[in-house]
C-alpha cells in the first residue's frame, strides 16, 4: 500500500510539473488549477507515504523518478533535447534511487 501511495504521489507531482508549462506563467485557467490540485494531491499522498517509510528513501525516490520522468516527457513531448549526458544522468538519478532503497531498512 505504500508503494501505491509513493506512486500515486509521483504520479501527482509529475503531472502538476507537465502542467506548469501549459499554465503559460498561471495565465491559462484551467492548466493552472491541475496545477495546483495535483501539487495538493501529490504532497497529501507523499504524506500518508511518510507514514511508512523513512524520509530520505521516500524523499529520494519521490523526487528522483519525478525528475526523471520530467526529463523524459520533456525530450518527448516539449521538443527538448536528447543527449548522451542527459541519458546517462536519468540511468545516475534511477541507480541512485534503487541503490538507496535496497539500502533500507524496509
Not at 519521490?62 to 518527448?76: E, K, P, Q, R
Not at 546517462?88 to 541503490?99: Q, S
Amino acid at each position: 500500500m505504500v508503494w501505491v501511495l509513493l506512486i500515486s504521489a509521483i504520479t501527482a507531482e509529475v503531472i502538476a510539473t507537465s502542467f506548469l508549462r501549459l499554465s503559460e506563467g498561471f495565465t491559462k485557467l484551467v492548466p493552472s488549477v491541475v496545477v495546483a490540485v495535483s501539487y495538493l494531491a501529490a504532497f497529501t499522498l507523499l504524506a500518508q507515504a511518510l507514514k511508512k517509510m523513512e524520509l530520505g528513501i521516500a524523499y529520494a525516490i519521490w523526487s528522483g523518478l519525478g525528475t526523471a520522468a520530467i526529463a523524459v516527457i520533456g525530450m518527448l513531448f516539449m521538443d527538448e533535447s536528447v543527449t548522451t549526458v542527459k541519458i546517462l544522468g536519468l540511468a545516475l538519478i534511477i541507480g541512485g534511487c534503487v541503490m538507496l532503497n535496497l539500502n533500507s531498512d524496509h
